[in-house]
C-alpha cells in the first residue's frame, strides 16, 4: 500500500522491461544492527554498489512506522549511529532509480548526479506506517545519494528499482 509518489521527471521517457530489483530478500538478514554485515558488495554483480551506514535487517526488527511485507530491509537507526548519507553508485548509468521508504516522521530526499553534476532530486515526507514510492528518471546518471531531515532515528527502504540508460528509449516529440 503505497500513499504518495515523489517523482522527478528531466527527460521525456519510456520504460523497458530491463529494470533490476533489490528486494534485499535474497539472504538471511538479523534482526538487530549489531549482528548486520556491510552491503557495500552485495550485489556488485549487479553493477550497484553501497556506501553507507544502512543495514540489510529481517522485518523481525519491527520498527515503529514501517508497514509488513518485505522479509528484509535497508534499515537506518539513529540510536546506533546508523543514519545516512547512502550513496548508490552504479557501474553503468541509469535513468530510472525508485524504492520504497518508510519511516515515523520527516522527510527522504534522493539526489541524482552524473559523476560529480547533479542532475536532479526528489524529496518525500513520511507517512506513519506508509510505503512511499521515491523516484527519479530521465538524465543519465551513475550515482543516488540518499539523505533525511527531522526523521526519527528508525526509517527503512525496500526495493530498489533501476533501469540502465541503453534500456530506456527517448520517446520522440510530435512536430
Known sequence: NKRSIATLLFGVISLDANASVISFDDFRAP????????????????????QGTGAV??????????????ANYLAFNGNV???????????????SFKWDFAGTSGSATLTA???????????????????????????????????????DPHFVVDNLRFTPATAIAAVPLPA
Do not use: K
Open 31 to 50: 534482526s538487530y544492527f549489531g549482528f548486520h554485515t556491510p552491503l557495500s558488495e552485495r550485489y556488485a554483480a549487479l553493477g550497484v554498489h553501497f
Open 81 to 95: 549511529n546508523s543514519f545516512p548519507p547512502e550513496t548508490i553508485l552504479f557501474d553503468s548509468s541509469i535513468n
Open 57 to 70: 535487517l529481517s522485518s523481525a526488527a519491527s520498527f515503529d512506522g514501517v508497514p509488513s511485507g518485505s
Open 113 to 151: 548526479y552524473m559523476g560529480d553534476t547533479r542532475v536532479g532530486d526528489a524529496t518525500i515526507n513520511a507517512v506513519f506506517g506508509v510505503w512511499n514510492e521515491m523516484a527519479l528518471s530521465g538524465s543519465a546518471f551513475n550515482r543516488v545519494v540518499f539523505t533525511v531531515r527531522d526523521t
